[in-house]
């Protein structure tokens, strides 16, 4: 691995570069509308050290684009610049707050004779859009979910607290950014179903509801397994951008090796004349110092007049993970706590046994899993159902792909072409020496396949297509 991130190749004759973060600023023209005064637009600006100057040019440049965009399409301002070493993204998520997030493009630098300066090549069209405008519109909604939206912040305290609310999120947050990482998936913002029998679902079912009559304090529950979703009270938005935090934040922070049953070696939680495995993720870690802060994070989610503001608790039981949501305007006790860990702790380590068991028993009946010729991505718009094979792990530091990159950019270019009409279509491409690539857009419905065949012609990668389709989306219409 060569400095600054990037990757080499084998011979060490040439160094490719991947995307990277040059800038991330939020501004609002207003506030700063005179001569001499614009350094007061500018709200939020990473990196920290540059020069004031600077960031006053890199803002006004921007507000010039957007200004200058407006004349020929008023509705629809800027939303990204193509240059020749980066590429900006520009986000109007309330009026007159503006997110900027500036991209270097990935490049590669060829070394030269005679002791010359590398020639540098950038590489202007492997950066897509839509992934990176997704990004932007993603850092929006993580930033509201924990802060609500930019206007509360000024009702609240004007502009000083809003600027102290965007420097405590952003300056953390972009850390967690991985733009090399960033591919289709981030467009979709989907969720992953956990696929359950309709027993165990009525059972997971009876526990909320169980849950939520004995603490009536609770206003929402979503129930996980395994990082998948079984349940949620919430919207859809709501759950999106709170899926995205559990799954790539608040999981990985706590992972620890997975119980193996209810007679694991580690010793569990004794309450009554109950074992269990529960244990808060968020709030109190230790029931038993005396010193514990009960205290919770709180989320921001809609409703139909506005949005309102919930402490979240987030208590996991082996793979199994149940989220309640409780007003903030409530404070919370430790004799509550309590309460819910007794209550939740034993049902909820019962569940997570009964939905392994179960799992196990329907992949026994399924038969082994081979390595299926072709990796599929899927999603549907309706639920935002998300299924992918290509992707073997997907966190906010990492995502490890069973692809080529250059196949990643395929799917996109494919999404894209997608995104410009309304009518249900398919697209079939080849690609490389051994690779199809075939995406299908029907009824809301979006998957996109790989297929790795040598040999074959256009007529067996439509039959191998519909084989899949008739396999893995049996109960889900396609086009023929």
């Not at 399409?73 to 998520?93: M, V």
């Not at 007679?263 to 569990?268: E, G, I, V």
């Not at 270019?413 to 020496?433: G, H, L, P, Q, Y």
Request: charged share 25%; net charge negative.
């Amino acid at each position: 691995v060569a400095p600054g991130g990037c990757s080499t190749r084998v011979w060490m004759a040439e160094w490719q570069y991947t995307p990277s973060l040059l800038s991330f600023f939020i501004y609002n023209p207003t506030f700063g509308p005179r001569e001499g005064e614009e350094e007061k637009k500018i709200l939020f600006y990473h990196p920290i050290d540059v020069e004031k100057n600077e960031k006053i040019r890199n803002v006004g440049l921007c507000e010039a684009i957007v200004q200058f965009t407006r004349t020929f399409c008023p509705t629809k301002p800027a939303k990204s610049l193509h240059t020749q070493k980066n590429r900006q993204f520009f986000f109007e998520p309330e009026d007159n707050f503006w997110i900027v997030m500036v991209v270097r493009n990935p490049m590669i630098e060829k070394p030269n004779k005679d002791g010359k300066p590398p020639t540098t090549e950038y590489q202007e069209e492997e950066i897509l859009d839509t992934v990176y405008g997704a990004v932007v519109r993603q850092c929006y909604s993580m930033y509201k979910l924990f802060n609500g939206t930019f206007g509360r912040a000024m009702e609240a305290g004007g502009v000083e607290l809003l600027i102290q609310k965007l420097e405590k999120f952003f300056y953390r947050y972009l850390q967690t950014l991985h733009l090399q990482s960033c591919d289709l998936l981030d467009v979709f913002g989907g969720i992953s179903f956990f696929p359950l029998d309709k027993m165990t679902y009525l059972k997971i079912q009876s526990f909320v509801n169980r849950v939520e009559e004995s603490l009536s304090l609770i206003k929402y529950t979503a129930f996980l397994y395994n990082d998948q979703l079984i349940w949620s009270g919430l919207e859809q938005d709501d759950m999106r951008i709170l899926y995205k935090y559990l799954t790539t934040s608040l999981f990985p922070r706590h992972s620890e090796p997975e119980l193996a049953g209810r007679d694991s070696p580690l010793r569990p939680e004794v309450t009554g004349n109950l074992l269990h495995y529960g244990r808060f993720l968020t709030g109190p870690t230790n029931f038993k110092d005396p010193e514990a802060k009960f205290r919770f994070p709180k989320i921001f989610v809609s409703t139909e007049d506005g949005y309102e503001e919930l402490h979240l608790i987030v208590y996991k039981a082996m793979s199994a993970a149940a989220c309640f949501m409780i007003n903030a305007s409530v404070e919370l006790t430790r004799a509550f706590c309590e309460q819910l860990d007794s209550l939740v702790g034993p049902q909820l380590t019962l569940l997570a046994s009964d939905i392994c068991e179960q799992f196990t028993i329907n992949r026994r009946i399924a038969g082994p899993e081979k390595e299926p010729q072709f990796k599929f991505i899927y999603f549907n718009h309706m639920n935002l159902a998300e299924k992918s094979t290509i992707h073997m792990r997907k966190t906010a530091s990492v995502s490890l792909t069973s692809v080529h990159p250059d196949l990643m950019k395929i799917l996109g270019d494919i999404n894209c072409d997608f995104a410009r009409v309304d009518e249900d279509e398919e697209i079939i491409v080849k690609a490389m020496t051994d690779y199809w690539v075939v995406g299908k857009k029907s009824d809301q419905r979006e998957l996109y396949v790989i297929l790795n065949q040598k040999n074959a012609n256009l007529i067996e990668v439509n039959e191998e297509v519909k084989r899949l389709c008739a396999t893995q989306f049996n109960n889900i219409f396609f086009l023929d």
